[in-house]
């Protein structure tokens, strides 16, 4: 009772030839605490990617005012491009911690990216935070611009970081049967931080240097992430393992695991994998043994942003600010997408994240569907006509299908479908790829409204770009019925093993495929999950 749990799986194992079913039990001790700890600080540094993107839709909104409290708002407030580099340098940055991940992901570690990411969070927090000055210290527009757009880059680039080694040490560090929830609850981290500092920011848009005070707000969480990174967290277990340190590996999974036979079983898959690999350490993930991973991994989180979730909430904002409800909304937004997301999250392990994905792309595709039909009937001015309202409709409905699938989906597949020896290069490309993507859909998006107006006008301008968004997301279904395998309830060596069979085939793989007969018993041998491989 307390801290620890016991979790009892039932498999069948199909024995080929002579005999018939035979029922294996699998038992596997694990710590609450533990698992919970392990959890709760990368999620942090999720949290706090959330609440930027939350906290900076009111920031500048304020740096365009007299009341942000310094004398260079005019010069934000009359430059688009200024506006636009505050707004997505904190994705740029993104993009470029995510390009550094690539490069030193081998050779850190999961826990030293995320402590790097804290005190990165914390340097750009602060340079944030003094770009404003006080009010008897004045920063001048040149200083001031410099320090905030500064600041900017550096969160960001510990947002890239850390959604890097976040969802793989999540992955590496719980139990299979709890994987997806716990990766997904990352997720929903990101969504409650988003909400948070859209309360924030509301709270603090109406005093004099508010936007510092929601700047520096997320200071006491970057502490609290760096300490318990630091202090609490062990290594990861497959990367020490990756590293050929079987001993440390060992201590990590005593961490998480209270029986030895539980240590000694994860311990034995991790060998297992570490002996099909004669040169591990030189594996490259553009190597056609991993093209089926990467595949997957690179097409769901490009179909993710490409499928129009920056461009619906771009236009959103606008839809509310016509209908008076603006700032209201936006906060409701935030808790509805909350909602959203704990749903799938306690759903993921029950009904798996090949069903989610596709349940959240068919939504998608008739909010989609409805948004392309009321663009092509909507009017210009203000107030909330029928049309807008019923745009308001479909734009809930899309959040819903997204937060059910794209959203946490997509990172806990990128986080347990590739090989060990490749998974911080992939998850890397996979993280460059959700960035790069989001920057190239939020600055095309109103670029290319301008241009089709010119030759459709205005009526049918945003008709037409959601079309392509409503083609898209047909394509995004085909993709994930064609490519995307279900995984819930194998561990990270068990997908490494099916996906590794299913190079020269993407589908219909036959397990087992692990040689002990416990593993053989963890690979649910049932048509359906054989069926969804």
């Known amino acids: 009772p307390g801290s620890i749990i016991t979790v009892y799986h039932t498999f069948r194992l199909v024995k080929k030839g002579p005999g018939s079913i035979k029922t294996v039990y699998h038992t596997m001790n694990y710590s609450k605490r533990a698992v919970g700890v392990c959890f709760a600080y990368p999620a942090l540094g999720g949290l706090l990617f959330g609440y930027d993107i939350g906290a900076t839709s009111y920031v500048i909104n304020q740096l365009t005012r007299a009341n942000s409290g310094v004398s260079w708002y005019k010069i934000i407030k009359h430059s688009a491009f200024l506006q636009g580099l505050i707004t997505s340098g904190g994705v740029a940055g993104a993009l470029i911690g995510a390009i550094i991940a690539f490069r030193i992901a081998a050779e850190t570690g999961r826990r030293k990216e995320i402590i790097y990411g804290a005190w990165l969070f914390l340097l750009g927090a602060g340079l944030e935070l003094i770009s404003g000055g006080t009010s008897s210290i004045k920063t001048s ?18 947002c890239g970081l850390v959604m890097h080694g976040a969802p793989q040490y999540i992955a590496e560090m719980t139990p299979a049967s709890l994987r997806g929830t716990l990766v997904s609850l990352k997720e929903a981290a990101i969504v409650l931080g988003i909400s948070l500092g859209y309360a924030v920011g509301f709270a603090v848009s109406s005093i ?14 970057a502490l609290l992430l760096l300490l318990g990174a630091s202090v609490v967290l062990p290594p990861s277990a497959r990367w020490l393992a990756l590293r050929g340190d079987m001993k440390a590996a060992q201590r990590s999974l005593e961490f ?33 043994k991993y093209r089926p991973a990467l595949t997957i991994g690179i097409g769901v989180v490009l179909l993710q942003q490409l499928t129009g979730q920056p461009s619906v909430l771009y236009y959103a904002d606008s839809i509310f600010e016509d209908a008076g409800i603006g700032a209201i909304a936006t906060v409701f937004v935030g808790i509805f997408k909350l909602i959203a997301t704990l749903l799938a999250v306690f759903t993921i392990d029950k009904y798996g994240r090949r069903y989610l994905l596709l349940l959240g792309i068919t939504v998608m595709f008739f909010a989609l569907f409805g948004l392309t039909a009321a663009f092509a009937f909507e009017s210009s001015g203000g107030g909330l006509s ?53 920057l190239l859909v939020t600055f095309l998006f109103p670029v290319a409204q301008t241009s089709i107006q010119a030759s459709l006008g205005s009526r049918f301008s945003l008709s037409f770009l959601f079309a392509i968004f409503t083609i898209l997301d047909i394509y995004s279904f085909f993709f994930v019925k064609a490519y995307v395998p279900e995984t819930k309830n194998l561990s990270l060596e068990q997908i490494q093993a099916r996906l590794m069979k299913r190079t020269n085939r993407l589908s219909s793989l036959d397990p087992p495929l692990l040689s002990s007969p416990t593993t053989n018993a963890m690979l649910q041998t049932t048509e359906d999950q054989d069926a969804s491989f």
Request: aromatic share 12%; net charge negative.
């Open 256 to 288: 998480i695991y209270t029986t030895p036979a539980a240590v000694e079983e994860a311990m034995n898959e991790l060998r297992q994998v570490l002996a099909q690999e004669e040169t591990i350490v030189e594996a490259s993930v553009w190597d056609h």
């Open 141 to 158: 527009s040149a200083l001031g611009l410099c320090l905030l757009i500064t600041g900017r880059l550096v969160y960001g680039i510990a």
């Open 386 to 438: 029928p049309i807008k309202l019923s745009i308001i409709i479909f734009i809930f409905i899309y959040i819903s299908g997204y937060q059910a699938g794209f959203g946490p989906i997509a990172w806990t597949l990128i986080s347990e479908i590739f090989p060990l020896e490749v998974r911080g290069q992939a998850v890397a490309l996979a993280v460059q790829t959700n960035f790069a993507a989001n």
């Open 208 to 221: 004099t240097h508010g936007w510092q005070l929601a700047f520096g707000a997320s200071i006491p969480l």
